[in-house]
């Protein structure tokens, strides 16, 4: 039976069975001391020199080595107990070690937090990397926080439902991943830029009150602390205004930093709330950073951003329509009662208001979401302000004007990004930080070696030619 290093404190005088990494080993000739690492912690144990045969294979174990160790649990005397230190007062005396694995010299050094370590090194071994404590603390975290959102959410009545990932486009301003499909040469799936769609039509459904922790894929240019695939909590309601969004996200996101982040203040409670234009007037961003103090790591200022416009004019990067004008957020965002007859009419378009709201947290945007459109008419105008062809808009938002046309209560949502969240509460400086397996800026996973070219015989089977 294997005791886990974290409970081996209650095993004083027992014989146990340790199973884990040789974390560190200092050979002292006679004796050899050897720090033992689980998921659960670290141990020092012990190979007293009366012990021949597990001081021969303590002689030859080196860090990293996997191994199973039978030992006696003994208290350490008074004066050599380290308090505070998780097993500072047991020490493993060693009766016997078997090698499960043997390991080469770790590539970099994981004993330390690895900001010193070349990234591109970390992401080629990212198995490796994982075993320092810094990242075993933020995938640990990260586990929790998705664990007390899943509960929170589950008590306040909502449904966690999965969205197809082989899907249609939904804009969400970016490009989407396509996927050829065999079955079908010639055609292609896009991997979900959110699940929008498909969580607006569930509020078609009457499931009512959705979230999911999805996966968003955007094929966008490479931007340093971007990932091509990243983890929104996604959240729609029906029958609800924008304040009922908002207080369900503001509820959980204080129970969350309280019983997870003690460490952590959130410097105004309710979150304040300002406008557009506001934000822009006061601290000349959409995501301000209200903090009071910027040098304090522990201090949390959330604020919402609304009343945003609901369109703007096409820039370069516009992938989505031809015309003059685009959403600011996505096409499905409703739009305020004030800008209600402008938009029918589709004039003064710059001005019209949106029923949008952002959620900032220290200077950065992290989440968003909105009151949607649930008349099919009112979501045509968007895009024929947009500029698209009626033959166009049935043709890519059909579906969602057909589910107008059929009963859709009036609904709103919001997306939260969790990478960034969980970066900014685990003080980390990029994203890639709080990911298990995260690619590079360019969009690369450097482990996989992903993107690769796909073999002659699958182009073959997708009648897909690659022009050089
Ligand atoms: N789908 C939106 C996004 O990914 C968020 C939302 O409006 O719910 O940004």
């Known amino acids: 039976m294997r005791t886990l290093i974290k409970d081996l404190s209650s095993a004083k005088g027992e014989q146990v069975v340790v ?197 968003c894929m955007r094929d966008e240019d490479t931007r340093g602390d971007r990932q091509p695939e990243f983890t929104q909590l996604d959240i729609e309601m029906s029958f609800v ?66 009343d945003f416009p609901a369109f703007e004019k096409t820039g370069e990067d516009n992938v989505d329509g031809a015309g003059e004008w685009t959403f600011t957020h996505n096409p499905f965002t409703g739009v305020k009662e004030e800008s209600k007859n402008d938009f029918l009419e589709k004039k003064n378009i710059g001005e019209i208001i949106s029923t949008q709201y952002d959620i900032a947290l220290n200077g950065s945007e992290i989440g968003g979401g909105g009151i949607r459109l649930h008349k099919a008419d009112e979501l045509k105008k968007v895009f024929e302000i947009m500029g698209y062809e009626e033959e166009r808009i049935e043709k890519n938002f059909g579906q969602m004007l057909m589910a107008f046309r059929e009963g859709t209560p009036p609904h709103g949502g919001i997306a939260w990004g969790l990478d960034r969240l969980l970066m900014i509460l685990l003080n980390e400086p990029n994203i890639r930080e709080v990911m298990a397996f995260p690619k590079t800026g360019e969009g690369k996973d450097l482990l996989m070696q992903a993107p690769a070219p796909a073999s002659a015989k699958t182009l073959r089977e997708l009648k897909i030619e690659i022009k050089k």
């Open 19 to 215: 199973k884990g990494w040789i974390d560190v080993r200092r050979d002292q000739g006679k004796m050899v001391f050897l720090d033992i690492r689980d998921v659960t912690g670290k141990v020092q144990a012990v190979v007293l020199p009366n012990h021949t045969e597990a001081l021969e294979i303590a002689q030859k174990v080196r860090p990293e080595w996997v191994v199973s160790v039978t030992a006696q649990v003994n208290a350490r005397p008074p004066k050599n107990v380290k308090e505070g230190v998780i097993n500072g007062d047991i020490e493993l005396e060693v009766l016997g070690i078997e090698v499960l694995n043997e390991a080469e010299t770790p590539a970099f050094d994981i004993s330390t937090d690895g900001y010193e370590v070349g990234e591109e090194v970390r992401l080629t071994k990212k198995y490796l990397d994982n075993r320092r404590a810094r990242i075993q603390r933020n995938i640990k975290m990260r586990h929790k926080v998705n664990l007390f959102i899943r509960e929170h959410l589950n008590k306040e009545n909502f449904l966690e439902i999965e969205t197809p990932l082989l899907t249609n486009p939904t804009p969400e301003g970016s490009r989407s991943y396509i996927v050829p499909s065999r079955v079908s040469p010639g055609t292609f799936y896009a991997l979900p830029q959110s699940p929008q769609q498909y969580k607006q039509l569930l509020m078609s459904s009457g499931f009512e009150k959705y979230f999911q922790i999805a996966r």
């Open 241 to 306: 205004e924008q304040k009922d969004v908002m207080k369900v996200n503001e509820d959980l996101l204080i129970k969350l930093v309280t019983e997870l982040f003690p460490e952590k203040k959130i410097q105004q409670v309710p979150f304040p709330v300002l406008t557009y234009k506001e934000a822009m007037e006061k601290y000349g961003s959409d995501k301000p950073d209200i903090r009071e103090n910027k040098d304090d790591k522990n201090l949390l200022a959330f604020c919402w951003v609304i």
